[in-house]
T-cell receptor
Framework: AQSVTQLGSHVSVSEGALVLLRCNYS??????LFWYVQYPNQGLQLLLK??????LVKGINGFEAEFKKSETSFHLTKPSAHMSDAAEYFC????????????FGKGTLLTVNP | DTEVTQTPKHLVMGMTNKKSLKCEQH?????MYWYKQKAKKPPELMFV???????INESVPSRFSPECPNSSLLNLHLHALQPEDSALYLC??????????????FGPGTRLTVL
């Protein structure tokens, strides 16, 4: 079964600093990988996804992620953090088969300090 | 328009009450989902409807009863809930459930409190 592990339940950065949120996956087949963001008291919003093709994926709000098969990683980055980036971030993998199931990581809370 | 709407935003109910959560999308999506999210945890899948038929039930207790009256609407009927059922209930939809590359679009959720 596919799974994802998010390293670090809480990441704190200064405004303007690099954001790096880590996600490693486990999959016996080529994975479909997603990053979602959840702002307080809201639903989840897709930031970006990797299906096939280009390994560097650009998303909304200046975020991007690189699929690295050799490292089984899909880390999320943003060059310069903004206060509005403070939120919970979830990495997710499609679990395969016909069960349409997304398996989420435990989440990483990003705080941005002024 | 990539909006999924959910009503109500907040719901407080007693353990003997019957209530319903409603979800609506007008994106022409044919797969709809219910998730449960406890505080500081990731969403957990409860049910999946594909083409208005229940295709997945993740062993959810029968006090939760889903219904898909048409391709745009998804309901979750609640009866005899327990305090531990208090959570954020999220609805999502995707174009066609069988394609893993399809994005799931989430609604803002209903925050349920069971007293």
């Amino acid at each position: 079964a596919q799974s994802v592990t998010q390293l670090g339940s809480h990441v704190s950065v200064s405004e303007g600093a690099l954001v790096l949120l880590r996600c490693n996956y486990s999959s016996s087949v080529p994975p479909y990988l997603f990053w979602y963001v959840q702002y307080p008291n809201q639903g989840l919003q897709l930031l970006l996804k990797y299906t096939t093709g280009a390994t560097l994926v650009k998303g909304i709000n200046g975020f991007e992620a690189e699929f690295k098969k050799s490292e089984t990683s899909f880390h999320l980055t943003k060059p310069s953090a903004h206060m509005s980036d403070a939120a919970e971030y979830f990495c997710a993998v499609y679990s395969g088969g016909s069960n349409y199931k997304l398996t989420f990581g435990k989440g990483t809370l990003l705080t941005v300090n002024p | 328009d990539t909006e999924v709407t959910q009503t109500p935003k907040h719901l407080v109910m007693g353990m003997t009450n019957k209530k319903s959560l409603k979800c609506e999308q007008h994106m022409g999506h044919r797969a709809m989902y219910w998730y449960k999210q406890k505080a500081k945890k990731p969403p957990e899948l409860m049910f999946v409807y594909s083409y208005e038929k229940l295709s997945i039930n993740e062993s959810v207790p029968s006090r939760f009863s889903p219904e898909c009256p048409n391709s745009s609407l998804l309901n979750l009927h609640l009866h005899a809930l327990q305090p531990e059922d208090s959570a954020l209930y999220l609805c999502a939809s995707s174009q066609v459930g069988e394609r893993p590359e399809d994005t799931q679009y989430f609604g803002p959720g209903t925050r349920l409190t069971v007293l």
